[in-house]
């Protein structure tokens, strides 16, 4: 079987989208290659393969300049690639400097400069000048007809300047030339600009870790910190690595990893989170996590490896944009040679149509604008506090019609506080919460540290070697030993499997029912308070254009009828046990699907399940769960329900925009194929239109960094 070995590399001198295709194209031929992804956007590299060696060889038979970076070395591929782009620009400018000083006196004097004897020098100069416009294209469209390939941008540029060139349309040729040259110059730094924005928003990571030695505090990078090593944080400083406080107070910036400013007060005891930053005073930190196991770690690693889940548009485009271009080679072919053969017209009128074709042909508009405007997405959302693993996600999420809700933890705060004790058949109410925290002592369910801390605050405390024997009953309760009696804790499911008889609650609270050797002795009521900005998050997924949002919960009915009322939602299920919740969301995404994707929104560890099933699982909360971040498609990073609608509202602008980009781009290129076509539009036009439409393009799709934050914008 072949070991295949995932790596991501980080790609330097990536100047074109279509280059980008082109690599990701010639490397899905390699058999030893598995699968493939190379977004433009991000110039990033991900690839499955046997043989990487041969993957970093084919990269530089395709694009010798390209330079591929293994991630782990970023900060040093990023500087000296930065550098080298200075130097091509500069590079770039200059040619065209000279390529202009060369064109204005074509431009202006042709007729004079075309009487002999000044031909053979006219040449000369044109020739110098279309060299010095556009080396690198004629080198780029050579490379392309040397792989055998054929139709790229280079190539369509080289056979409409050098047709005009053969027509005698020497400025249209060199003018062309340049001023195509310029508008990728301003595309590449408009892309440029895009990215530095996007990675600003990546900025959080630590860069250094003050950690404690035999000689004091030493600067170390946080990879190579230990567990258990002690760490300092000082005023201003970013916390390197997640850790508990066990010196020192101060109030936490944790916008890096929410997305919102809600200053935490850390003291020791308290769990941080690598990230945040210490505002008022310094921490000393015991490390908990390594630092590639960290908060911040996930959140980078999620967010660059978003771009290896391509959304279907991108794919599209991607395969559109392959046979767009040979086709449109074809149709001018077409016109340049049918109608003077069919008509006896003029060759040279309809080859220039053929030629203004082709400059306007170009698909770059398309394959750079669509990528990037699903990037600047992903990188908002990820500002934002909203992980969204991929692209394929975001439009899934803009499509989603129902979304369903869990309860504890989700919509209330899982916070649960007794209420009230009801002792029956001959036990007091001290003997009632005693049996109950002897009987949850071992389990750490949010009712049974309720429970606990309701007998802590009475004043007792609990001898642990008279319980043994502790069994959870999933989805029902607990069962233990305490002294010589047997204890049952646990919900009206349970009482009545043991057949216990016993009282029948209806509260609008969690009821825990407690049974000592097979006698009801009473119950206990549990409060869980909505969360405040639940019912706002109802109404704007509703504004969001939602049609369907219901709750699925294992608590007690009449707690779930409570929580569903006050937030209006359409329906709920209760009493569930982890597998009838996937049973009961099957049965309601069948009913649901037909208007749509549905979204299933939980605490990302017991409802592990529902949240694999959903179109779109949302694991809320839960950045420190392993299972929440491994199995959820988009992950909540505060416990905050409004997120979820923010998250949808950010989906539904991104794919906006990069539709827009589409409809431009047909729009524009279809409108002058056929004013070209016509005759009605010449090269200048041409190209003209093509740059405009790149560049607008890449503006439009950077407008998504600039949203601000709102959960239902209108």
Known sequence: MDNFVTERYHVNNLDCATCAAKIENGLRKLECVDDVTLDFASQTLHVKATDLRRVREEVRELEPDVELIPAGKREGADESGQQLTGFKFRREIFSLVLALMLFFPILFFEDWIHQQPLVYFELLVVFTAYFLAGWNVLLGAVRTIRRGTFFDENVLMVIATGGAIAIHAYPEAIGVMIFYKVGELLQELAVSRSRRSIR????????????????????????????????????????????????????????????????????????????????????????????????????????????????????????????????????????????????????????????????????????????????????????????????????????????????????????????????????????????????????????????????????????????YDHIDITGKGVMARYGDQTVLVGNDSLLHTKSIDHHKCEFFDTVAHIAVDGKYAGYITIGDEIRPDALKAVEALREQGVEHISMLTGDNRCAAEAVSYKLRLDGFSADLLPEDKVQVFEKLSKDQKKTGKIAFVGDGINDAPVIARADVGVAMGALGSDAAVETADIVLMTDSPLKMAEAVSIAKQTRRIVWQNITLAFVVKGSFILFGAMGLATMWEAVFADMGTALLAVANSTRILAKKSEAAPP
């Not at 989170?273 to 930190?285: F, H, V």
């Not at 944009?321 to 003077?340: E, G, H, N, S």
């Not at 306007?360 to 992903?378: K, T």
């Open 200 to 467: 600003g928003l990546l900025a959080s990571r630590p860069d250094k870790a003050f950690k404690k030695t035999s000689k004091g505090f030493r600067q170390v990078v946080p990879e190579t910190v230990n567990v258990g090593d002690v760490i300092l944080v000082k005023p201003g400083e970013k916390i390197p690595l997640d850790g508990e406080v066990i010196d020192g107070k101060s109030q936490l910036d944790t916008s890096a990893l929410t997305g919102e400013f809600v200053p935490f007060s850390a003291k020791p005891g308290d769990v941080v989170m690598a990230g945040q930053i210490s505002n008022t005073g310094s921490l000393t930190i015991r490390v908990t996590r390594l630092f590639r196991e960290s908060s911040i770690a996930k959140v980078m690693d999620l967010v660059e490896n978003a771009t290896a889940r391509k959304a279907k548009t991108e794919k599209f485009i991607t395969t559109f944009a392959r046979y767009y271009t040979p086709a449109v080679v074809l149709i001018a072919a077409c016109i340049a040679f049918l109608p003077p053969l069919l008509t006896g017209t003029s060759f040279k009128i309809w080859i220039y149509r053929a030629l203004v074709l082709l400059v306007i042909s170009c698909p770059c508009a398309l394959v750079i604008s669509i990528p990037l405007g699903y990037f600047g997405g992903i990188g908002l959302a990820s500002r934002r506090g909203i992980l969204i693993k991929g692209s394929n996600y975001i439009d899934a999420l803009a499509s989603v019609k129902t979304v369903v809700f869990d309860k504890t933890g989700t919509l209330t705060r899982g916070v649960f506080r007794v209420k009230e004790l009801v002792n029956l058949n001959g036990f007091s109410k001290k003997q009632l919460l005693e049996f109950a925290a002897a009987a949850e002592y071992q389990s750490n369910h949010p009712i049974a540290t309720s429970i606990l801390t309701a007998f802590e605050e009475s004043g007792r405390k609990m001898d642990p070697a008279k319980i």
